[in-house]
C-alpha cells in the first residue's frame, strides 16, 4: 500500500508536502496481508526500501504483502524473502540489520493492516493536522490571507469534495478558460467568460464580478436587507464573510452558502461548456437552496422546514431554537401536546393551519399553508399529516404524546384506524398511521368549531391563512 489515500489533499501541492506525507505516515501492522513489505512504512517507521536500498534491489518480490514473506507456525515466524542472486558481503551486512528488526515484529492476524496519521492523535489524517504539521516546518507559501481563510473554510458544513474544490479556487488552481490558455491548452481568444461572453474567465471575475454571478449574489444580499462591495479576488472576499448575528444555527448558514453559491455557479458554467445548456438565474438560485437544505440535514440539527418549505419562505434559515432549548420540568402523564387544526377552501384557492398547545395551555408553534380547493376531509387530513411532520422534526416534541385536534369526526377515525378511508389519501394516511415505529405516540380527536378557534388564534397572531409559515413561540 502506498500513500495514493492522501492524493487528494489540497495541501500537497505545497513545498515540502510530498516529505510531510512520507514521515507522519505509519503502517500499523494486522495480519500483514494489506501492507507491502518494501514499500509501506511498517517498520521502523520507514519504508524498507529506503532503509535497505542493496537489499531492494535485488528483491524478487519487490510488491509482495508482509504477509507473503512470512510463515507463522508452532516455532514462531519465519522470514523467506527471495532474491534474484545469492547475497554479497556488503547484502549481508544489510540482512544482518534488517534480520534483528523482522525479529521483533508481532502480527496481530484478527486484524486488518490500517495507515495510521502520526500528528493527529487518533490516527486519522485531517487537513487540519497536516496544515499545523506543515507550518511547523520551512514555513506555509501560502500567502498570510489564505492563512487566516484557514479555520473558515474546514468546517464540515458541505461536503468535502466542495471544501476542497473551494480551496483550490481560492489558490487559483481550478481549470478556468484563463488559465487553461496560460498552460496553452485553449487559444487567448477562447477565454472569454461562458456565463457573459464579455470578459476573461479567471476564479475572481468568474465567482465574483460576472453580471450573472453578481445577479446570484445580489437575490441573496436583498433576502437579507444587505448591501455587500466585493473587493478585488476571492480569497479577500471569503475573509470578509460575516453575517452580524447572535443566531449559530444562522452563522452556520451564512459559512457554508458562500461555498454552495460559488459551487453551483462552477456547475452551470460547465453545463453551458460541456451540455450547451443555459438555466436562468431564478432556476440556480432554488438550486442553491436545494443544495443547502440537502448539506444542512448532515448537521444534525433539529431543523423543522423541508426543502420546498424552504424554497417557498427562504427567510426560514433564519431559525433559532429556544422553543427546545427550555423544556418543562415536569411533563404531566397524559397527552401534553396538542395540536389544533383546520382548513378552508375558497373558489380558487384553500389554505391550511394549526398551532400547538402546552399542557399549561400555551402556544408553542404556529403554521398556515396555501393550497388548491381540497374537499374538507381531505384538507383535514393534509392540515393533520403537516402539524406532525412539523413535529417529528423536533425531538423534544417528538418524544412527548401529541394529540391531534379537528373538526373533522372522520378524519378523526380514519387516523385512528389500521386502515380505511379514501384511496386518494392512503399514502398520507399510511404514514400517520405508521408514526409510532417512529417513536411518536398519536391520539386523534373531534372538536367542533376547531377550525374558527384556529383562525381566530393565527389572526391573533398576525398571520394570514394564506402565508405559508411556521413559527415556534
Known amino acids: 500500500m502506498d500513500l495514493a489515500i492522501f492524493s487528494g489533499a489540497p495541501f500537497a501541492v505545497e513545498a515540502g508536502s510530498g516529505k510531510l506525507l512520507k514521515s507522519g505516515s505509519r503502517m500499523q501492522l494486522g495480519n500483514g496481508e494489506r501492507a507491502l513489505f518494501w514499500h509501506d512504512p511498517w517498520l521502523n517507521n520507514s519504508a524498507l526500501k529506503t532503509q535497505f536500498p542493496r537489499l531492494f534491489s535485488i528483491a524478487r518480490l519487490p510488491l509482495a504483502s508482509v504477509a507473503a514473506m512470512a510463515q507463522i507456525n508452532d516455532r514462531g515466524c519465519q522470514w523467506n524473502i527471495p532474491w534474484i542472486r545469492t547475497l554479497r558481503i556488503r547484502d549481508l551486512e544489510e540482512w544482518d540489520r534488517l534480520y534483528q528488526l523482522l525479529l521483533q515484529v508481532r502480527f496481530q492476524e484478527d486484524k486488518e493492516d490500517k495507515m495510521m496519521w502520526e500528528p493527529n492523535k487518533s490516527g486519522s489524517y485531517s487537513v487540519r493536522s497536516f496544515y499545523t504539521e506543515l507550518s511547523k516546518g520551512s514555513g506555509s507559501s501560502l500567502n498570510p490571507c489564505l492563512q487566516q481563510i484557514i479555520p473558515k473554510l474546514w468546517k464540515n458544513l458541505v461536503p468535502y469534495k466542495i471544501e476542497v474544490f473551494f480551496w483550490l479556487a481560492l489558490q487559483g488552481r481550478i481549470n478556468t478558460k484563463k488559465k487553461l490558455a496560460l498552460l496553452k491548452i485553449l487559444p487567448m481568444e477562447e477565454i472569454i467568460c461562458s456565463l457573459c461572453k464579455s470578459d476573461p474567465e479567471d476564479t475572481s471575475h468568474l465567482f465574483l464580478h460576472c453580471p450573472f454571478a453578481h445577479e446570484i449574489w445580489g437575490w441573496w444580499w436583498k433576502m437579507w436587507d444587505i448591501s455587500w462591495v466585493w473587493p478585488s479576488n476571492l480569497d479577500q472576499a471569503f475573509e470578509q464573510w460575516a453575517f452580524p448575528s447572535s443566531n449559530k444555527f444562522f452563522r452556520k448558514i451564512w459559512s457554508s452558502i458562500?461555498?454552495?453559491?460559488?459551487?453551483?455557479i462552477w456547475k452551470e458554467r460547465n453545463c453551458r461548456i460541456f451540455n450547451g445548456q443555459m438555466n436562468h438565474p431564478e432556476y440556480i438560485q432554488n438550486l442553491i437552496l436545494v443544495r443547502l437544505c440537502w448539506w444542512v440535514r448532515a448537521w444534525k440539527e433539529p431543523f423543522p422546514f423541508s426543502v420546498e418549505e424552504v424554497i417557498r419562505n427562504p427567510k426560514s434559515l433564519f431559525w433559532?431554537?429556544?422553543?427546545?432549548?427550555?423544556?418543562?420540568?415536569?411533563?404531566?402523564?397524559?397527552?401534553?401536546?396538542?395540536?389544533f387544526v383546520g382548513a378552508s377552501s375558497l373558489m380558487q384557492r384553500g389554505s391550511l393551519g394549526g398551532y400547538l398547545l402546552s399542557g399549561d395551555n400555551r402556544v408553542i408553534c404556529l403554521f398556515s399553508t396555501p393550497?388548491?380547493?381540497?374537499?374538507?376531509?381531505s384538507a383535514i387530513v393534509?392540515?393533520?399529516?403537516?402539524a406532525l411532520q412539523i413535529s417529528l422534526n423536533i425531538a423534544s416534541i417528538k418524544s412527548q404524546p401529541i394529540r391531534v385536534v379537528s373538526s373533522a369526526w372522520q378524519v378523526s377515525q380514519w387516523c385512528s384506524s389500521p386502515e380505511g378511508g379514501p384511496s386518494n389519501l392512503s399514502f398520507i394516511l399510511n404514514f400517520i398511521r405508521s408514526l409510532h415505529k417512529k417513536g411518536m405516540a398519536t391520539s386523534f380527536g373531534f372538536l367542533n368549531g376547531c377550525g374558527k378557534k384556529v383562525d381566530r388564534m393565527l389572526s391573533a397572531k398576525g398571520l394570514s391563512r394564506f402565508s405559508d409559515v411556521v413559527v415556534w413561540l
Open 258 to 264: 458562500f461555498l454552495v453559491i460559488v459551487w453551483s
Open 320 to 339: 433559532k431554537m429556544e422553543a427546545r432549548n427550555h423544556p418543562r420540568k415536569t411533563r404531566p402523564s397524559q397527552p401534553s401536546l396538542t395540536w
Open 371 to 377: 393550497c388548491s380547493p381540497l374537499p374538507l376531509n
Open 382 to 386: 393534509a392540515a393533520t399529516h403537516r
